[in-house]
């Protein structure tokens, strides 16, 4: 394994904790001075460890929640603004308080919150918040599951906003009260409370930092691994994620040493935008550097919040199921942990799927599931069974500072990455095997087709699939004994086919909402068939649209399945 033990190694808590140090003056919210001196200092430390660096700059739609809170009974609650909450008038925003659980479609059954203030279980997200605007709610009043507020972004839309999605910016204004002050407000139920939003919005320059070393073998286009995480940060946000840029600047440093080893290059993003912009950074790099990317990223490696105290648990990490291999043993040789075979979900920066770049990782550790921990994750993250809890208390608070970092437990997440970047750059033959995908993608349709009770006919697609990964087997035996560059092409022509497809609602060129969905996206709503009378106007029309997307996915895996079979030959 290109002596990956003694690579990972090589790896120190006192020179991440001293690249981290230094961060802790700065804070960085989008498109701020303190955010453009924090990139700086990490550009210097790029630069002295050889890598040709850029900073870049774009305009961005930036939220910058300013102040928020809500009166009622005579009485005033503090509240959190949130990032792309609307401004309320001067004056506030006044309406009937109607609780309405956690918010979703289920829990508003037999309600009428046309102009009233729904109350909320939980930290703002953008599912509740599109929920909310349909129904016809001015404002909404979230409520934390503790006494800490958290800092969120309520904007469904997936970076700065064409004309063709600014409509579906968020219609309501969002804010968040503790605990203890929202069981107060459940008391008044029915009754009127006026909430008051400030939120400044706009579009602003936003800077980007990116580092690059090339392999000593390849030329101007060669493949690089793309190793990205935001920069931009809540409040001082020394874990989330400072923590992840500094183990950025360590894995650089030490793979630089062992440059001559490389098979490909390697190339670091720091994003802004990913906390106040909805990924737009990313979003934007996506945009503007699309060809070069489809042409060039192998991989795309994501990191997120490593290191924080009591975070012990990295078996929930995601991946794409063709680098579903690296990532167990990478988690298992670093921290002894069984990958728990989560999929990547549509959050983090990741804006490269259109482009077709499989993706690997994002948040990495977590706390244990322990009711007496106090965290906020839990509340944020759900979609099936986890081993972990979220993060600690501090996370998206002014209280994310130094104090709650772990270095051991840093090292630990820093070795986790160091390995699959090592081998991602090293291996002859890219560690990625497309037959756990298509299998996966085989299982989803059949669920999709069960779930319309026999309404939507999957079974072309479904025996695409399966001929599809009888292809990605045969291909994935070979790697150890055909040409490497031969490989390699074949597996980079075959992501670009499959991860669209099973990542995305079908146009490459567009990002999708900020929403999680399940795999083969475009068919998601294919269980509302078997709820809807089949001569009714709903059921067709959506039986019109999933029958075209059924026949988009067909004839994707007709494409890979031509593609696999003729580079078999």
Not at 254 to 262: F, G, H, K, L, N
Not at 321 to 350: C, F, V
Not at 364 to 372: R, T
Request: contains cysteine; aromatic residues 8%.
């Amino acid at each position: 394994m290109n002596n990956v033990a003694g690579v990972t190694g090589e790896v120190s808590a006192e020179r991440l904790m001293a690249v981290l140090s230094p961060m802790a003056q700065w804070t960085k919210h989008a498109g701020t001075p303190g955010e453009l001196e924090s990139l700086g200092y990490l550009r210097g430390l790029l630069d002295d460890l050889g890598y040709t660096t850029q900073l870049l700059s774009h305009d961005a739609y930036i939220s910058l929640p300013v102040s928020a809170r809500v009166e009622a009974d005579g009485v005033t609650h503090n509240a959190l603004a949130v990032s792309f909450s609307r401004s309320t008038p001067p004056d506030g925003l006044t309406g009937r308080l109607v609780p309405v659980g956690r918010g979703t479609a289920e829990e508003y059954a037999g309600l009428d919150v046309t102009g009233c203030i729904v109350l909320i279980d939980g930290v703002p997200g953008p599912g509740q918040t599109i929920e909310a605007g349909n129904r016809g709610a001015i404002a909404q009043v979230h409520v934390s599951p503790h006494d800490k507020l958290h800092e969120m972004c309520v904007s469904p839309v997936w970076g700065s906003p064409g004309d063709d999605a600014v409509d579906d910016l968020p219609a309501t204004a969002v804010c968040s009260v503790s605990a203890t002050d929202g069981t107060r407000l459940r008391e008044l139920a029915g009754q009127e409370i006026t909430v008051h939003t400030e939120i400044d919005t706009g579009w602003r320059p936003t800077p980007i930092l990116l580092a690059d070393l090339p392999s000593t073998r390849g030329g101007e286009d060669e493949p690089f691994v793309f190793f990205t995480g935001h920069h931009d940060t809540w409040h001082y946000g020394l874990m989330d994620n400072g923590t992840a840029n500094a183990t950025m600047i360590e894995v650089a440093r030490i793979a630089a040493e062992r440059r001559d080893q490389w098979q490909r290059g390697l190339r670091l993003a720091f994003w802004s935008g990913h906390s106040q912009g909805r990924y737009s950074s990313s979003a934007w790099y996506a945009d503007h550097h699309w060809e070069e990317l489809e042409a060039r990223a192998a991989v795309h490696v994501n990191i997120d919040s490593t290191g924080g105290n009591g975070n012990t648990v990295v078996a929930d990490a995601t991946s794409a199921a063709e680098l579903g291999e690296l990532a167990q043993e990478a988690l298992s040789t670093q921290a002894g942990q069984d990958w728990a075979g989560r999929r990547m979900h549509r959050a983090g920066d990741q804006s490269f799927w259109g482009i077709g770049v499989p993706a690997i990782f994002a948040n990495m550790s977590e706390q244990p599931i322990d009711p007496a921990l106090l965290n906020a994750q839990a509340a944020v993250f759900g979609g099936g069974p986890r081993k972990g809890n979220g993060t600690g208390w501090w996370w998206h608070t002014p209280e994310d500072t130094l104090d709650k970092i772990d270095p051991e437990l840093l090292v630990r997440d820093t070795r986790i990455y160091l390995h699959a970047v090592w081998r991602l750059l090293t291996d002859p033959t890219l560690p990625m095997d497309f037959t756990p995908a298509c299998e996966a993608l085989v299982e989803r349709l059949r669920e999709l087709q069960i779930s319309s009770a026999g309404r939507l006919d999957l079974s072309v697609p479904i025996e695409r699939g399966l001929r599809a990964r009888e292809l990605a087997a045969a291909l994935w035996a070979k790697r150890e004994s055909v040409d490497p560059d031969w490989f390699n092409a074949t597996v980079h022509r075959l992501s670009r086919l499959f991860v669209p497809l099973d990542y995305t609602q079908g146009d490459r060129f567009t990002h999708d909402p900020a929403l999680f969905v399940g795999g083969v996206p475009g068919l998601a709503d294919t269980p509302r068939l078997s709820g809807l009378e089949p001569d009714s106007d709903g059921f067709r029309f959506l039986h019109s649209r999933l029958v075209r997307e059924r026949n988009r996915v067909a004839v994707s895996l007709r494409e890979a399945v031509a593609f696999l079979e003729g580079a078999l030959e």
